[in-house]
């Protein structure tokens, strides 16, 4: 018998094909099951779908199995429960779940596999409390170091924050739940977040605030978005015209929903006309007794339609996009299967996702690693050490099942090895100076040890409620400056004097001011706000169980002056309106175009062991390049590096930031081994957008393609030369 075998080309086209049209004839499907549906709801069936009618949810149509949806916080855990409009104490409910490493955390690990993992446990637990939707991820752009919320978003580099984003949602969605991306778009600061209007250049739009956004629309196949309580460019960012349905659904052909930010929407007309889906919101001035009718997309819609003033496909196009978003995560069919809550490894999830997120900034004389087995005595000094983070920050708190501190985790590690003391060294109180008896008691205990640890940093508070506590990174509210609160810098220099060996580790959502005592300082360590394994992790890296490898995803500058919204562009705005001047150079970007000098840079991040960048190569062809290099493992033990890869164009036609991220890769190697690294550069990495033709432009000439360790550690470099 004659035996023919099909070219794998051919078996890939019918494949290809095959699996094409039947998820076209599946889509079909599910629109014809649509359409049924709507023919079937009244008019007060679809508007009560197209608004809350409890603080997280919004109404379903029993009589045709249409189910509530349901929606809870995010972005790093599950929400606790409060009951249907808050009137629910959750002390006697089982949602102690994952607390997991927050947002700059999660972008600090510089691993996109990560982004996955952490979107899987947030999907489960979220799937396993009866939640459709889970209200992350926050990816705004770090645009100020001053911003409360920094703690939950990603990054300041557009590029990073597509990729971490990206595997997120699959994460989150591979477990049938929907994720919402959030907060669509310019919501960068908390100071004036539900009334500052924000301007800023289209080139500024595309360039640095929308590639996230379009990433997680079009790579990420996100189900849901959630639209920013700010104006831009003078109208509402939740019903904007130009945001909403021109590019979120035009040019990107989302098809999902668009949901308002708690409390976002602000006309009735706007909002049905310039695309938001879903009005969210608690109706907080009627509690206990709501009335979710009133809202914008409430009653008054009915009324219109029924007056002839709103055309019925108006309103049928959102309930269809919810409808959507429903069969396709399964709550049509009731197909989705079950989730875990609280697991063990759920939690090794936390504590790795942790490990690769501390970012060691300084480490001479390479005190790190410690060597556990000389150490007898060690002193922890600092109430960061010993505070708990979980329930702070605002909506993105999480009950956690336990929450390992500073402390904990070093005595956990530590066992009965060595003996560990503590000393608070500050208060944790509005407006609290240095308090000089608590640091005669700190540098009492810090001179008799054999090690010192300091954990210092930001703090969010415990509870919620209590505003003051709260003030640093949290939700509503900006901090006021850079400067180490509770007067940590006195304490730090202080400690410095008996043990200049001293390890200075910062928790929190971003930068401090190290001005007064960096130069003193052999050892920094950036370690954000960690989640639940957190004190486990840190302990893991100053020990060397864990080799650090996390890289900062955003500038740490010298001084708050030197930030490009400070410097540069309005913050927190003036009359009511935040023009961002500084336009595309926002961090490194800044930075790096106005030779500004950061006390560490984007992408900085030490390890145990040294890298040797090799062997590079390009090949480029029409706007393309294709670059390959080595890299080899040169110490003793084993590490990770995040080679990183930059684009300079020579002699631009418009002013262009000095350099761009365009890909990266964690390398995972041996002591002593070599790896190959290939990166494809397609157009998009040289790439600009010219608004004068409105259009993303690649110009001929010469390019740099810089490969390095960070976005100012460049090891290799290779020009390549584009025709015009
Ligand atoms: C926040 C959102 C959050 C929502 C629901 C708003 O205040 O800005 O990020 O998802 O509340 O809690």
Redesign the pocket.
Known sequence: MKFTYLQPKFIFFIFFTTFNFSVYSQQKVVEQRINQLLSKMTLEEKVGMIHANSSFTSAGVARLGIPELVMS??PHGVRPEHGRDWNMSNDHVNDAGTYLPTGNALAATWNPKLGYEFGSVLGSEANARGKDVI?GP?INIIRTPLNGRNFEYLSEDPFLISKMAVGYIKGVQDQGVSASL??FIANNQETDRTAVNVEMSERALREIYLPGFKAAVIEGGVNTV?GA?NKFRGQWATHNYYLVNKILKGEWGFEGFLMS??GAVHHTNEALYNGTDLEMGTDLAMLPKPNYGKFFMGDTVVTLVNAGKVPIPLIDDKVRRILRVMFKTGMMDKSRKPGKFATKEHQQTALKIAEEAIVLLKNKDQVLPLNASKIKNIAVIGTNATKLNAMGG??SQVKPTYEITPLMGIENYMGSKAKVTFAKGYEVAKDATANQKLVDEAVKIASTADQVVFVGGWVHGYDFSKWDDNAFDA?GIDKKDLKLPFGQAELIKALLKVKPNLIIMMMGGGPVEMNSWIDDAKVVIEGWYPGMEGGNALANVIFGKVNPSGKLPMTFPKKLEDSPAHKLGDYPGVNGTAVYHEDIFVGYRYFDTYKVEPQFAFGHGLSYTKFKYDKMEVVATDKKATISLSITNTGKIDGAEVVQFYVHQDQPKLPRPEKELKAFQKVFLKAGETQNVEIELDKTAFHYYDDQSFNWVVDGGKYQILVGSSSRDIRQQVLVEFKP
Do not use: F, N, T
Request: glycine share 24%.
């Open positions: 916080d995010g209200l926050g959030k907060h959630m309580y930010d708690w605002g909506s939700e």
